[in-house]
């Protein structure tokens, strides 16, 4: 029972932490769609989100996610959407 609580609860994190990556390409997206990023800014908030992935593969490799891990992916992806918020609303010529 406790096996499969444990599993249960690895996949749902990690369910979030792709609709989490998902949801930040769609905002990056729609930025340069809409003209609120320059390809320049755009490229370096994908350049951020591979790391973020790359994170996250690394983390997983050895089968487990340690606390101090997602803690860390989290803090990056706090950090990422952030960007992504500020970059948006910068006001530069597009």
Do not use: W
């Not at 809409?34 to 690394?58: F, N, S």
């Amino acid at each position: 029972m406790l096996l499969m609580l444990g599993c249960m609860a690895a996949t749902f994190a990690q369910g979030i932490a792709g609709e989490r990556t998902a949801v930040q390409q769609a905002r990056i997206r729609q930025g340069l769609r809409k003209g609120d990023l320059t390809p320049r800014e755009a490229a370096g908030l994908e350049v951020q989100q591979a790391h973020i992935r790359r994170e996250k593969r690394i983390a997983r490799a050895d089968g487990v996610v340690t606390p101090a891990e997602h803690a860390n992916i989290a803090a990056t992806e706090r950090r990422a959407s952030r960007n992504i918020y500020f970059q948006r609303r910068d006001m530069q010529r597009r």
